[in-house]
């Protein structure tokens, strides 16, 4: 079992820490506290709850040169004084170690992920926020730490747990504006797509700056083969209305397999929507928006929750929005994810689990 120490000055920065009352949007600010575990000479040491602050490791760390680094992204819910709540964090805990192998880094184990994260909530428990919509966020990361220039997979890896107290991920409460990117790529079979390491989304960054010159919000990634079949975006996956039934893409190497995505589909099922995961043909989909046939269309993810996309268009200038904007049926899955998450409603698929407040 591993082990699990306070670190110095931990106390005083908890105890005279002070939620802004107005939080700066989505992961600007930052919790008191963090937790790190070194992986060395083939083990993992002691995991050490230090304050919030800066990390320090040298110029040859692979991680700077190579990317070696994944990470995860989950949220802790204290609505109406409930919880806190954390979200299916064993699903986060299984796609931590497929990005883990795939980027040839060691599993983290199970007691060393879980309890990092439940601890960290735990001692930051007065800093969840408290209304609907609002989230203590939890980043746990791993990243390749030894120092060498050598391509080669590393051998030693520090494992850390971050946690940021936020608003909404998108504000203003208006659907999105989707680019269709229809030149550069995200991901392709055989890459890294499936994982959540942070060079996929390196890669999508010059994407992200020509979707904002063009006007748009968020950018869609096509098929790298044929740029034709929707995979997702860059940090949500997307889900359209066609004929009252909802249709998402099939995950697989090059999408990621979304934990919200997972919980909308079961949601939906027991609702009574028909729920279909296939490839959808970018440009069918354009036809079916100006027929009327698909009214709407969303992204979805644990930062965004449920978010509607309002039009889609591309280098072409064209426009397609959508019948509703707002989502209608989009709306509806919000509420319903939202109020489990936030203890709001009866957890019958046992996906929140509560965690105990505690002080240093
Ligand atoms: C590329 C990508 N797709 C989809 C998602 C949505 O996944 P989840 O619902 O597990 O947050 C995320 C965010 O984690 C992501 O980074």
């Avoid at 199970?110 to 439940?118: G, K, L, P, R």
């Avoid at 006007?215 to 066609?242: C, P, R």
Wanted: hydrophobic share 40%; proline share 6%.
């Amino acid at each position: 079992m591993a082990q699990f120490n306070i670190g110095p000055g931990l106390k005083n920065a908890i105890e005279t820490y002070q939620l802004p009352e107005n939080l700066m949007g989505f992961g600007n600010t930052m919790a008191p506290v963090m937790a790190t575990c070194t992986y060395e000479n083939g083990k993992w040491g002691e995991v050490t709850y230090l304050p919030y602050g800066p990390i320090t490791m040298y110029p040859t760390a692979k991680v700077l040169h190579y990317a070696q680094e994944i990470f995860e992204g989950m949220k802790a819910y204290r609505v109406n004084g409930m919880g806190p709540y954390i979200f299916r964090p064993e699903e986060n805990f299984l796609r931590f170690n497929r990005s883990a192998e795939r980027m040839a880094m060691p599993h983290v184990p199970q007691d060393i992920f879980m309890q990092s994260v439940f601890d960290i909530v735990a001692y930051s428990a007065n800093f969840v926020p408290r209304r609907s919509g609002e989230s203590l966020y939890l980043r746990p990361f791993m990243y390749a730490a030894e120092e060498s220039l050598g391509i080669k997979p590393a051998e030693k890896f520090v494992f850390m747990v971050i946690a940021s107290p936020s608003a909404s991920y998108f504000s203003g409460g208006s659907g999105l504006s989707v680019y269709i990117e229809r030149e550069n790529a995200r991901a392709f079979p055989g890459g890294t797509g499936y994982a959540k390491a942070g060079g996929n989304y390196a890669a999508g960054l010059a994407a992200a700056i020509k979707t904002k010159q063009m006007g748009f919000v968020q950018t869609l990634w096509l098929d790298a083969i044929h740029k034709k079949y929707i995979e997702e975006m860059s940090g949500m996956n997307v889900f359209v209305v066609v004929n009252n039934e909802l249709l998402t893409s099939k995950t697989g190497d090059t999408i990621l397999d979304g934990i919200t995505r997972k919980s909308i589909i079961t949601l939906a099922r027991d609702l009574g929507y028909t729920v279909h995961e296939r490839n959808i043909d970018i440009d069918e989909l354009l036809v079916d928006i100006k027929a009327g046939k698909c009214t709407e269309a969303f992204a979805c993810g644990t930062a965004a929750i449920i978010t509607p996309i309002n039009y889609f268009g591309d280098i072409s200038g064209d426009r397609f929005p959508l019948h509703y904007p707002d989502g209608k049926i989009s709306t509806e899955l919000r509420e319903k994810l939202l109020a489990i998450q936030e203890g709001r409603a009866p957890d019958k698929y046992k996906w929140i689990t509560p965690v105990e407040p505690k002080s240093v």
